[in-house]
């Protein structure tokens, strides 16, 4: 069974940043593609960014398109996202997801495994 955990997030000031990390268990983690989702409150799900198996595709929301960064470290079995110029309208809970799959998706609905989630607040 492939456990998700999320860390790194927390409050911060607008135009502030956070580093978020994954890890997912299992031998294979440079099979999995990953990917970043967030959900704020009374709102439904929402894509943030995904990653493919080698890093070598990455998409973003345009909504954090330009300020958000994804990458990943398949040796420490990790994703991360990197969130610069934040806004207010950041403020979510951010879930990390594992898709055993190549093929890289921005649907919920596509991926197998999720983190319980790490809240990320930014306000003055």
């Known amino acids: 069974q492939v456990q998700v955990v999320e860390f790194g997030g927390g409050l911060a000031p607008p135009g502030g940043s956070l580093r978020l990390s994954c890890t997912a268990s299992?031998?294979?983690?440079?099979?999995?593609?990953m990917g970043w989702f967030r959900q704020a409150p009374e709102k439904e799900r929402e894509f943030v960014s995904a990653?493919?198996?080698?890093?070598?595709?990455?998409y973003y929301a345009d909504s954090v398109k330009g300020r958000f960064t994804i990458s990943r470290d398949n040796a420490k079995k990790t994703v991360y996202l990197q969130m610069n110029s934040l806004k207010p309208e950041d403020t979510a809970v951010y879930y990390c997801?594992?898709?055993?799959?190549?093929?890289?998706?921005?649907?919920?609905?596509?991926?197998?495994?999720w983190g319980q989630g790490t809240q990320v607040t930014i306000s003055s």
């Open positions: 990653i493919s198996q080698r890093g070598g595709l990455t």
């Open positions: 299992g031998s294979t983690f440079s099979s999995y593609t």
């Open positions: 997801a594992v898709r055993f799959s190549a093929i890289v998706g921005t649907r919920s609905v596509e991926y197998d495994r």
